[in-house]
């Protein structure tokens, strides 16, 4: 039996991989190499001392997924691969709809065609309305603003009425907060193409000298020290999240979407704090003004990840500060030679 893995060579598809393989399971990964390079799975085989089946193919292609799952005895599936961009997809929604949702619909066809059943989705905290309370619990109302986060809830909304057709299937909707971080080894970590969008991989590259400096998003929120906050979650927490969420499908039936978070929230300048304090390092940074869509806090409640699957962050924020520039030190151009 093995776990075929879509989007497996990018950010969070690697160290899920990584933790998976630690833990015993046989894994088998497509991915498109859109946005990543096969070289992480050559690190994460370097790491784990186990080898990686890969496929550069197209989940959108459903002969091809068949044809995988056939081979590999595939039991289980999680479902990283899609465009994650909040901007871009402003700028190209067309995309965005055709690759997040076709994708799915024909990754859950290959999946009714070979009789596979169990899924985890890779869904969001941005499906949560503006007007909720935090921290947010999975029952809060849902909502999106740009097409990148309705791909996210229309996705879920899918595989929700799947769950009611087919009601043997166990679905895992897993929300994820603000991944960061990398694998300790610092051999893998997040690539992103181009000027960084998110805070940390930005602070990152302004700490080795690709960036001038930081603009920090508006200091005029309503937060403790005026800049946004934000639920960050260490990436090996959140593969050893997915780990949970396989053992836990193999054990319910239906579809439960499920928060993964630390349940504390830090603003921009305590990361800016964290990251100088934990390195060494200097981060020059400018107030800027307010990105436009950004909210002052979004902070989950963890308590149902706990509860169900068993499962809670462990590292701190030293530790994903520490962990990043392991990473961008020891790669200053990511996985490009
Ligand atoms: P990533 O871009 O590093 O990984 C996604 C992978 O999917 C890439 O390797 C890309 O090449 C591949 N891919 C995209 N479309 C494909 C297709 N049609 N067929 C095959 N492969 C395809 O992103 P990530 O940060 O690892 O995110 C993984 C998932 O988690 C995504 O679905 C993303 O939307 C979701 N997510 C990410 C964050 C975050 O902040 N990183 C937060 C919430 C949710
Ligand atoms: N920020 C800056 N300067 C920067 C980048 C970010 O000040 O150069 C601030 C933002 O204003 C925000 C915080 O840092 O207050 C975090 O911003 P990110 O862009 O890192 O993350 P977001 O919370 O905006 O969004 C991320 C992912 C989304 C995902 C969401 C889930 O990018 O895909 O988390 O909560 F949906």
């Given at each position: 039996m093995s776990i075929l893995i879509t989007g497996g060579a990018g950010y969070i598809g690697s160290h899920t991989c990584l933790c998976l393989l630690n833990k015993g399971y046989d894994i088998v990964v497509v991915d498109n190499l859109d946005n990543s390079s096969k070289e992480s799975l050559v690190r994460v085989t370097e790491i784990t001392g186990r080898?990686?089946?890969?496929?550069?193919a197209d989940v959108c292609d459903t002969e091809k997924v068949i044809e995988i799952i056939k081979a590999h005895n595939?039991?289980?599936?999680?479902h990283f691969a899609g465009l994650k961009a909040v901007g871009e997809s402003v700028r190209m929604p067309l995309e965005y709809y055709e690759n997040n949702l076709v994708s799915t619909l024909h990754l859950a066809e290959a999946m009714v065609k070979t009789g596979v059943k169990k899924l985890i989705f890779s869904s969001s905290?941005?499906?949560?309305?503006?007007?909720n309370e935090v921290p947010l619990t999975e029952g809060g109302r849902l909502g999106c603003t740009n097409p990148y986060g309705w791909t996210k809830y229309m996705n879920e909304q899918i595989l929700r009425d799947v769950s009611v057709a087919h009601s043997d299937w166990s679905i895992v909707l897993l929300r994820?907060?603000?991944p960061v971080g990398a694998h300790e080894s610092g051999k893998i970590g997040e690539d992103p193409s181009g000027i960084p969008n998110n805070l940390m991989p930005y602070?990152?590259?302004?700490a080795v000298g690709r960036r001038e400096f930081l603009t920090v998003f508006g200091d005029d929120y309503d937060t403790p020290d005026g800049t946004g906050v934000r639920d960050y979650i260490h990436v090996m927490d959140l593969a050893e999240g997915h780990v949970a969420a396989v053992e836990y499908a193999q054990r319910f039936t239906g579809c439960d979407a499920i928060n993964l978070?630390?349940?504390v929230g830090y603003s921009v300048l305590d990361m800016v704090k964290a990251f100088e304090e934990a390195n060494g390092v200097k981060v020059p940074y400018k107030i800027g003004p307010r990105r436009p869509g950004d909210l002052a806090m979004v902070y989950s409640n963890p308590e149902k990840a706990e509860r169900v699957l068993g499962w809670k962050a462990r590292r701190n924020l030293i530790d994903m500060c520490r962990d990043i520039w392991t990473w961008q030190k020891n790669n200053p151009n990511g996985f490009k030679k």
């Amino acid at each position: 039996m093995s776990i075929l893995i879509t989007g497996g060579a990018g950010y969070i598809g690697s160290h899920t991989c990584l933790c998976l393989l630690n833990k015993g399971y046989d894994i088998v990964v497509v991915d498109n190499l859109d946005n990543s390079s096969k070289e992480s799975l050559v690190r994460v085989t370097e790491i784990t001392g186990r080898e990686i089946p890969f496929y550069e193919a197209d989940v959108c292609d459903t002969e091809k997924v068949i044809e995988i799952i056939k081979a590999h005895n595939v039991d289980s599936v999680i479902h990283f691969a899609g465009l994650k961009a909040v901007g871009e997809s402003v700028r190209m929604p067309l995309e965005y709809y055709e690759n997040n949702l076709v994708s799915t619909l024909h990754l859950a066809e290959a999946m009714v065609k070979t009789g596979v059943k169990k899924l985890i989705f890779s869904s969001s905290a941005t499906v949560y309305s503006a007007d909720n309370e935090v921290p947010l619990t999975e029952g809060g109302r849902l909502g999106c603003t740009n097409p990148y986060g309705w791909t996210k809830y229309m996705n879920e909304q899918i595989l929700r009425d799947v769950s009611v057709a087919h009601s043997d299937w166990s679905i895992v909707l897993l929300r994820y907060f603000n991944p960061v971080g990398a694998h300790e080894s610092g051999k893998i970590g997040e690539d992103p193409s181009g000027i960084p969008n998110n805070l940390m991989p930005y602070v990152s590259q302004t700490a080795v000298g690709r960036r001038e400096f930081l603009t920090v998003f508006g200091d005029d929120y309503d937060t403790p020290d005026g800049t946004g906050v934000r639920d960050y979650i260490h990436v090996m927490d959140l593969a050893e999240g997915h780990v949970a969420a396989v053992e836990y499908a193999q054990r319910f039936t239906g579809c439960d979407a499920i928060n993964l978070g630390t349940g504390v929230g830090y603003s921009v300048l305590d990361m800016v704090k964290a990251f100088e304090e934990a390195n060494g390092v200097k981060v020059p940074y400018k107030i800027g003004p307010r990105r436009p869509g950004d909210l002052a806090m979004v902070y989950s409640n963890p308590e149902k990840a706990e509860r169900v699957l068993g499962w809670k962050a462990r590292r701190n924020l030293i530790d994903m500060c520490r962990d990043i520039w392991t990473w961008q030190k020891n790669n200053p151009n990511g996985f490009k030679k």
